[in-house]
Nanobody, 119 residues
Framework: VQLQASGGGLVQAGGSLRLSCAAS????????MGWYRQAPGKQRELVAD???????NYADFVKGRFTISRDNAKKTVYLQMNSLKPEDTAVYYC??????????????WGQGTLVTVSS
């Protein structure tokens, strides 16, 4: 399973960015898709995730500012980030888990996309 993330970049505080992550490969199903981030010198942390049924979960520090969504037909997860703050600066990674066509479980990470928020 490959996860291709895109959409990062440089934005001023208060601005918006939209991240996308498309999954491909021998995928039978994708249960949970999510976004994590890792700032320099810090551990990777969950930003938000979403189930195949559309149930969402957000970290407290992004509630009300970020929105996660997915298109199951396209095997793609999105993260709309509004009201960005300098502390949101990090490498953002997408994650997906589910079943392969061989009925084996998988959990994979994308390559990461850098988001830089200037003050």
């Amino acid at each position: 399973v490959q996860l291709q993330a895109s959409g990062g970049g440089l934005v001023q505080a208060g601005g918006s960015l939209r991240l996308s992550c498309a999954a491909s490969g021998n995928i039978f199903s994708i249960n949970v898709m999510g976004w994590y981030r890792q700032a320099p010198g810090k551990q990777r942390e969950l930003v938000a995730d979403i189930t195949s049924g559309g149930r969402t979960n957000y970290a407290d520090f992004v509630k009300g500012r970020f929105t996660i969504s997915r298109d199951n037909a396209k095997k793609t997860v999105y993260l709309q980030m509004n009201s960005l703050k300098p502390e949101d600066t990090a490498v953002y990674y997408c994650n997906a888990g589910g079943l392969l066509t061989t009925m084996r479980l998988y959990e994979n990470w994308g390559q990461g996309t850098l988001v830089t928020v200037s003050s």
